[in-house]
Structures are given as structure tokens and as C-alpha cells.
């Protein structure tokens, strides 16, 4: 189900059949309902068929791709999303881990690795020339990650880490950040939370079977999206009038 959030507080859930820069047209009970962007704060789109996840997951498990998915759709700062092809890993922790790879604004990137139903890590990170910004994109990044923790000695870990690097293994997942130049960093700044044990499980013994599982991946995604591999949630425009009241927005 879609969620729309009105100016007055109040929550509308149905399916949204189409949106424009100004109205959203929304399936609602047994019939159909057009709102004005006007009255909207915000707007909850689902872009996959699958249903929320119902049990407690333990302090060293991750959830299934589907969920950090969404989440990332629907942060305030992200106004496009697309799934791209993974690309080889040949070095550091996470070597021939098969992941599936997103791209936010094509600035930041998240992936998924190991099984996608099991995940045996996720990672978020960002490129580009962002030094005047990099503390507001490494806190999004941190943010993002945090919801997915047990505990709060695994909170505390994250935020404890330097932003120029380092690891701590807390309740069964290891917290790392590699910093742009380091030799694993492929050019980003990253943050990851991973399951050691199930990322050595997951790991190719080569680079072709690497390749077959990431395709294998993400096939199963455009099973769940309609073989939709890139959303956008509303124009450039409407998003900064609405929906992304930063004191400072390095997309812009």
C-alpha cells in the first residue's frame, strides 16, 4: 500500500495511480481520489509487491533487500533511485561478495551483499567532489545504517568510528568506514555493517560466478518492481519547494 501525508497531519493509504508536478491520483477504498500536491507533506510510494517484514530480526542479522530499498526511496533527500549493474570486487573485505547495487541522485550508492532475503551485509556510501558537504553526506549515510542495528553498543560503534576510517566487531556485525583513497574504496567514502560469518559463506570462488549471481540478483528485484529498475518520486523542483527543507542540500 502508498501513504500520502496531508498538511493537517492526516494519513490517506491506497495506491497511487499517477502523480504530475501538481496533483496525485490515488486508489482509495472503491473508488479513485485526485489531491493537490498543495495539501500533501509527504508521500509514501511502495516500489515493490512485497509485504513488510513481520519478525524481530536478531542483533547480528540484516533485512531482506526489499526493506533498505524503500527506506532509501523514502528519505526526504533522495529524489531519484535506480538499480545498476554491480561491478567487480577485487580487493578488501567485501571481495566476489555478489551485492545488488542503487544509485540515489547519482551521488550516493547502496548495496546489498550476499543473499538478498538473508543479506550478509549493506553499505552505503557517496562519490563526487563534495568536500564543503561531505560532513552532511557522511551523517546521511550514518543515519541510514543505524535503524538497521540491535543495540545500542552497535549504535554506539557507528557513531564512535572516525570518518577517516576504522572497524569494531559489536554483537556479531563488523562496523566499518573506508575513506575516500583507501585502497578498497573504489573512489567513495563508505559505511557498512556486515555478518563476517555469512559474507565468507557468500563469497565466489571466482569472478564468472560472481558476475552469474549479481545478474541472478537482480532478476529476482524485477520480479518484485515490474521490471522497473529506476523511480522517481517528484520533480527537482517540487522537491526542494516541499520536501527537502535542508539548511544546506549539496543535490541541489
Known sequence: M??????????????????????????????????????????YEDITDKA????????????????????LYHEDWVTKLHAIRAT??????????????????????????GNPEDPA????????????????????CREFLASYLGGIKQFQALYRLNSSG???????LRIVIIPRG????????WVSITNPAKLDAARCATQAEFRQICDRNMELVKKSTDGETSWTKYSLKDALKRYLPLPRMEEK
Do not use: C
Open 2 to 43: 502508498d501513504e500520502i501525508m496531508l498538511t493537517n497531519g492526516a494519513r490517506i493509504s491506497g495506491k497511487i495511480l499517477a502523480q504530475s508536478n501538481d496533483r496525485v491520483v490515488m486508489h482509495v477504498g472503491e473508488g479513485n481520489a485526485v489531491y493537490s500536491k498543495r495539501a500533501i507533506w509527504r508521500i
Open 52 to 71: 513488510p517484514l513481520t519478525r524481530v530480526l536478531g542483533r547480528d542479522e540484516l533485512p531482506p533487500w526489499w526493506m533498505p530499498l524503500s527506506d
Open 88 to 113: 567487480n570486487i577485487d580487493k578488501g573485505l567485501l571481495e566476489r561478495v555478489p551485492y545488488l547495487s542503487f544509485r540515489a541522485n547519482m551521488i550516493y550508492e547502496m548495496n546489498i551483499y
Open 121 to 140: 551485509g549493506l553499505e552505503i556510501g557517496y562519490y563526487g567532489n563534495m568536500w564543503l558537504h561531505s560532513g552532511d553526506a557522511q551523517r546521511r
Open 166 to 172: 576504522g572497524q569494531e566487531v559489536v554483537d556479531g
Open 182 to 189: 583507501a585502497p578498497d574504496s573504489y573512489n567513495g567514502w
